[in-house]
C-alpha cells in the first residue's frame, strides 16, 4: 500500500513480500503489540546496528507498510475497503467489456519506458484490423491522450492528481465517455509507476508491463509486485542496446524468477522490430 495515496494491499505483496531489510538484515521485530495500538514501530530495531532503536518499520508490520499515526490493523482494514470497492468496480468494468466483446490491455511501466509511444506505434500498425479505443492515465495533463487522438483512434486522459495508479472506478467513468464499438481493443494506460497499479484490478483481460532496457535489469527483483501480476513483459528501447551495458538475458531470468509464466517479447517501438510478435500475441488472446 502506498502511504500518499492509500492504494494496494498486503495480498499484493507478491514475490518479493513484505520484511523489511537494512543492509541485508533482517529488522528484528518482537511479535506483540502488532494488532494493538497507532505506534506500531517503537520496538523495532536493526541487529548489528549499535543501539539504534528508533529506526522505523518501514513495511515490517502485519499490513507490509508504515503509515505515521495509523495502526497496522488500521491500515488493514482501510485496505480492505479500498479494494473491495475497487473489485467491485473492476467486475462491472469487466461485464461491460464482455457485453460489447471488448478486449482490454492494462499497459503498466516505470514512467519513461515508452508507454505511449508504443501505442501509437501499435495504433498504427493495427488500426486497420481492429476498432481501437485507450484510456490514458496521468498524474496531470493530457499530453498522452492528445497524442493518441492525432492517430485517429479515441483516447480519454483520466488524471489521477496525486494518486499513483488508476483504479476501476476512474476507468469506468472513462468508459462512460469512450466510443466502443463492438470487438474493439482497448488499451488503458496506467500511470507510470512500477509499485502501486499492480494491486489495482481495472477488469482488464491481461496485464501488461513495459520495461524499457535504459532502466536496469534488476528491476524485476525491486518491484517484484508488478512483474508477478503481469501476463506479458515487453522489453522496449531495444534499438538502443548496442549502446547500453544491457544484461537481457539477465532481465529474463529475474523476471521469471518472480514470475515463472510471464511471457517476453524485445521490441523497439521506435523501430518496429518485434512487434510482429505483440500483435500475435493480442490476436492469440483475443480469440
Ligand atoms: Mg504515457
Given at each position: 500500500m502506498?502511504?500518499?495515496?492509500?492504494?494496494g494491499?498486503?495480498?499484493?505483496?507478491g514475490?518479493g513480500?513484505?520484511?523489511t531489510?537494512?543492509?541485508?538484515?533482517?529488522?528484528?521485530?518482537?511479535?506483540?503489540?502488532?494488532l494493538?495500538?497507532?505506534?506500531?514501530?517503537?520496538?523495532?530495531?536493526?541487529h548489528?546496528?549499535?543501539g539504534?532503536?528508533?529506526?522505523?518499520?518501514y513495511?515490517?508490520?502485519?499490513?507490509?507498510?508504515?503509515?505515521?499515526?495509523?495502526?497496522?490493523?488500521?491500515?488493514?482494514?482501510?485496505?480492505?475497503?479500498?479494494?473491495?470497492?475497487?473489485?467491485?468496480?473492476?467486475?462491472?468494468?469487466?461485464?461491460?467489456?464482455?457485453?460489447?466483446?471488448?478486449?482490454?490491455?492494462?499497459?503498466?511501466?516505470?514512467?519513461g519506458?515508452?508507454?505511449?509511444?508504443?501505442?501509437?506505434?501499435?495504433?498504427?500498425?493495427?488500426?486497420?484490423?481492429?476498432?481501437?479505443?485507450?484510456?490514458?492515465?496521468?498524474q496531470?495533463?493530457?499530453?498522452?491522450?492528445?497524442?493518441?487522438?492525432?492517430?485517429?483512434?479515441?483516447a480519454?486522459?483520466?488524471?489521477?492528481g496525486?494518486?499513483c495508479?488508476?483504479?476501476?472506478?476512474?476507468v469506468?467513468?472513462?468508459?462512460?465517455?469512450?466510443?466502443?464499438?463492438?470487438?474493439?481493443?482497448l488499451?488503458?494506460?496506467?500511470?507510470?509507476?512500477?509499485?502501486?497499479?499492480?494491486?489495482?484490478?481495472?477488469?482488464?483481460?491481461?496485464?501488461?508491463?513495459?520495461?524499457?532496457?535504459?532502466?536496469?535489469?534488476d528491476?524485476?527483483?525491486?518491484?517484484?509486485?508488478?512483474?508477478?501480476?503481469?501476463?506479458?513483459m515487453?522489453i522496449?528501447?531495444?534499438?538502443?542496446i548496442?549502446?547500453?551495458?544491457f544484461?537481457?538475458a539477465?532481465?529474463?531470468?529475474?523476471?521469471?524468477?518472480?514470475?515463472?509464466?510471464?511471457?517476453?517479447?524485445?521490441?523497439s517501438?521506435?523501430?518496429?522490430?518485434?512487434?510482429?510478435?505483440?500483435?500475435?500475441?493480442?490476436a492469440?488472446?483475443?480469440?
Amino acid at each position: 500500500m502506498c502511504a500518499t495515496c492509500g492504494c494496494g494491499g498486503k495480498d499484493a505483496a507478491g514475490a518479493g513480500g513484505s520484511m523489511t531489510r537494512i543492509d541485508g538484515r533482517e529488522l528484528h521485530r518482537h511479535d506483540h503489540d502488532h494488532l494493538s495500538g497507532a505506534d506500531d514501530h517503537h520496538h523495532d530495531h536493526p541487529h548489528d546496528r549499535g543501539g539504534h532503536h528508533d529506526t522505523p518499520e518501514y513495511g515490517n508490520g502485519l499490513a507490509g507498510i508504515h503509515v505515521p499515526g495509523l495502526s497496522q490493523q488500521r491500515i488493514i482494514q482501510i485496505e480492505r475497503n479500498i479494494l473491495a470497492k475497487n473489485d467491485e468496480c473492476a467486475a462491472a468494468n469487466r461485464a461491460r467489456f464482455a457485453a460489447a466483446n471488448v478486449f482490454a490491455i492494462n499497459l503498466m511501466s516505470s514512467p519513461g519506458s515508452g508507454k505511449t509511444s508504443l501505442l501509437v506505434r501499435t495504433i498504427a500498425d493495427l488500426c486497420h484490423h481492429y476498432s481501437i479505443g485507450v484510456v490514458e492515465g496521468d498524474q496531470q495533463t493530457s499530453n498522452d491522450a492528445e497524442r493518441i487522438r492525432a492517430t485517429g483512434v479515441p483516447a480519454i486522459q483520466v488524471n489521477a492528481g496525486k494518486g499513483c495508479h488508476l483504479d476501476a472506478h476512474m476507468v469506468g467513468h472513462a468508459l462512460d465517455e469512450l466510443p466502443l464499438a463492438s470487438g474493439s481493443l482497448l488499451f488503458i494506460e496506467n500511470v507510470g509507476n512500477l509499485v502501486c497499479p499492480a494491486a489495482f484490478d481495472l477488469g482488464e483481460a491481461f496485464k501488461v508491463v513495459v520495461f524499457s532496457v535504459t532502466e536496469g535489469e534488476d528491476k524485476p527483483i525491486k518491484y517484484p509486485d508488478m512483474f508477478a501480476v503481469a501476463d506479458l513483459m515487453l522489453i522496449n528501447k531495444s534499438d538502443l542496446i548496442p549502446h547500453l551495458e544491457f544484461d537481457l538475458a539477465r532481465t529474463i531470468e529475474y523476471a521469471r524468477q518472480v514470475n515463472p509464466d510471464i511471457e517476453v517479447f524485445v521490441v523497439s517501438a521506435r523501430s518496429g522490430e518485434g512487434m510482429p510478435n505483440f500483435y500475435a500475441w493480442i490476436a492469440k488472446h483475443r480469440a
